[in-house]
């Protein structure tokens, strides 16, 4: 039987990577993203590898969620993988605490904690045995860095949520996964003006993730580039 996942934000970035190296090996797909137009893209990119089913729209919205499951429960057999990887950045520059506007602080914890803890109870009962579930973090998570208090702190509750939830459903194999800095659009957004050719691409961080996903390590929380050598990780030699 073929394996399904769902990968959140898998227009661009490790969203993108991981949604490539997952259809190279076969999996059907469901996914997910903000632009309708980059989606199609992915599509028309994939679907020669592997069934590729696109579900845009803001993962923030019940409506959207509601469609990502119709789009599950259409296709039958359930979820072997639910990867939480679409975030939000918030304002950039990032600001201080004493100056962050409550109204940006709610939308990106609206789609760094409410939204990915939603999509999966609506998702579990798709979900049998063995099933997997990764929320992508970062270690702004557990670093308190100064301007990061926003994002940083939605995806310290993030972990947290996850971590219990690996705790309460001992059935599932629940992770946390930390891919690293990478040479993404977000990460610029991040940094402003900043040169960021020095960090690594996104599929840098993709064979440790697969190495959660094909392997056997119990629930927890890992990072994606000390789960693999550098040399697999950046497809180079040493």
Known sequence: ???RALITGASRGLGLALARALATDGWELVIDARGEHDLRVVVEELSS???????????????????????????????DLLVHNASLLGPSPQPLLAEYPLDELERVYAANVFAPQRLTQMLLPTMGPDAR??????????????????YGSSKAALEQWTRVLAAEQPELRVYVVDPGDMRTQMHQDAFPGEDITDRPPPEASVPGLLAIIEGDHPSGRYEARALVPASVSTGVAS
């Open 49 to 79: 590898l592997a069934p590729v089913h696109a579900v845009p729209g803001d993962i923030a919205d019940e409506s959207h969620r509601r469609a990502l499951l119709d789009t599950v429960d259409a296709l039958g057999g359930g979820l």
């Open 133 to 150: 579930v990764i929320s992508i973090t970062s270690d702004a998570a557990v670093e308190p860095y100064e301007g990061w208090g926003g």
């Open 1 to 3: 039987m073929q394996n």
